[in-house]
Structure formats: structure tokens, C-alpha cells
């Protein structure tokens, strides 16, 4: 933790070179920036880049609120916005808000979004933190031993990923954005509805914290 504290607030500054070392982490010569495979990636998610094909995501594990361990098993069968972030990043706290607000709208048995703190603190500067900016929707959970960045090689804070329901990661950027933004949710929406079983609608409006 005291190397993602420290060394890396010296170098988690690029994106470009981010998307290169996260891309070569998920074994990625070919990801799919946008294109025909899925929707229109402008305005904030302009950076998004699509994976193609999907990786799977690491099963290490990390840190609920009540210091129980979970790994990205448990999330199987819902769509996750995985957004690694830390209270020292202030990127981080520019986006939290939107990835709040995203929350609280799809928020539910299909989507979630799973805002995984690095911070070395514990759960209270995190506490504190969501109190300060407003944060009401999302859970809060830690990597204090930062197994499943280091796994995925996070070159940046904050770096966020898009799970689908089957554990793939299908997306990632490097960066932050407006993650309720019109293009974002049109993304969401886009996995929800390509994985949703059939006979069943995708999507939920009912949060889940």
C-alpha cells in the first residue's frame, strides 16, 4: 500500500501511457477503441476503450465495510463499474459525484457500480470522504493489500472498468469522466441489454447500497 500511496501519487499522471500498461496487463495487443462494436463513445468517455475480446477479471481479493474479505465472483450475473480510486486523487473526487448519481440510477440486481478505495487508511478517511462530497449510494469497499490492482497493473487513478455479467471485462479508461452523462448511461445500457437473459428486461432503477 505505501507504494500506491507514495509511489504512484509520483506516477499515476498519464492516461495514454496508462491505457498501454493496463492494456498489456489484460493481454490486449487488439482492444477496440469504440468503432461498430458498440455505442458512440464521445463526450467524457471520449478515452473509453472497448475490450476485444473480453478478458477475465482476477479473483483477488478485497475489503467490504465490514472488513470481510469479497472477490469479483460474488458480483457475477450483474454488469459492474469497477473504479479504482483513492481520497488523495483529485480526479477522483472530481468523478465520485457521477459514479454517486450512476448508482442511484441503474443501481440494482442487474448493474452496480463497485467503487474500490487504495487508500492505506481504512475505511475512515473513506467515511469522511463520502460525507464531504455527499456520497449516498455507493458501498464502500477497500483493497488495503491491493491485490487486484496489482493483478490488473493499474497505472492510474482513477482507472475504472466495465464487467459484464459473465466476469469479463469488457472496457476500461484511464481518467475521469461523467459517468452519469448521456453517453455513459447509453454504454450501460448497451451491456445490460447485449447480456440480459432472455425474457427478462435489463436494467434497474431500484438503487442497491
Known amino acids: 500500500m505505501e507504494m500506491i500511496d507514495r509511489e504512484r501519487r509520483r506516477l499515476l499522471t498519464g492516461t495514454a501511457g496508462g491505457l498501454i500498461l493496463l492494456g498489456t496487463a489484460l493481454g490486449?495487443?487488439?482492444a477496440a477503441a469504440g468503432g461498430n462494436?458498440?455505442?458512440?463513445?464521445?463526450?467524457?468517455l471520449s478515452d473509453f476503450t472497448l475490450i476485444d475480446p473480453p478478458r477475465?477479471?482476477?479473483?483477488?481479493?478485497?475489503?467490504?465495510a465490514n472488513q470481510q474479505p469479497v472477490t469479483m465472483e460474488q458480483f457475477k450475473g450483474r454488469v459492474v463499474l469497477l473504479n479504482f480510486w483513492a481520497?488523495?486523487?483529485g480526479p477522483c473526487r472530481e468523478e465520485m459525484p457521477s459514479i454517486d448519481r450512476l448508482?442511484?440510477?441503474?443501481?440494482g440486481a442487474d448493474f452496480t457500480v463497485l467503487a474500490l478505495s487504495l487508500d492505506e487508511g481504512g475505511i475512515t478517511p473513506v467515511r469522511h470522504f463520502y460525507q464531504q462530497l455527499g456520497i449516498q449510494h455507493l458501498d464502500i469497499?477497500?483493497?488495503q493489500p491491493n491485490a487486484l490492482p496489482m493483478a490488473l497493473k493499474v497505472p492510474a487513478l482513477p482507472t475504472t472498468l466495465v464487467i459484464d455479467r459473465a466476469g469479463q471485462i469488457v472496457g476500461t479508461m484511464v481518467g475521469p469522466?461523467?459517468?452519469d452523462s448521456p453517453e455513459s448511461l447509453a454504454l450501460m445500457h448497451y451491456f445490460l441489454e447485449k447480456d440480459a437473459p432472455a425474457g427478462q428486461p435489463a436494467g434497474s432503477t431500484t438503487s442497491a447500497t
Open 177 to 179: 469522466a461523467v459517468w
Open 37 to 44: 462494436a458498440g455505442p458512440p463513445l464521445g463526450g467524457s
Open 28 to 30: 490486449l495487443p487488439g
Open 56 to 64: 477475465p477479471v482476477p479473483q483477488a481479493s478485497f475489503l467490504d
Open 103 to 107: 448508482q442511484a440510477q441503474l443501481g
Open 87 to 89: 481520497t488523495w486523487c
Open 141 to 143: 469497499y477497500l483493497d
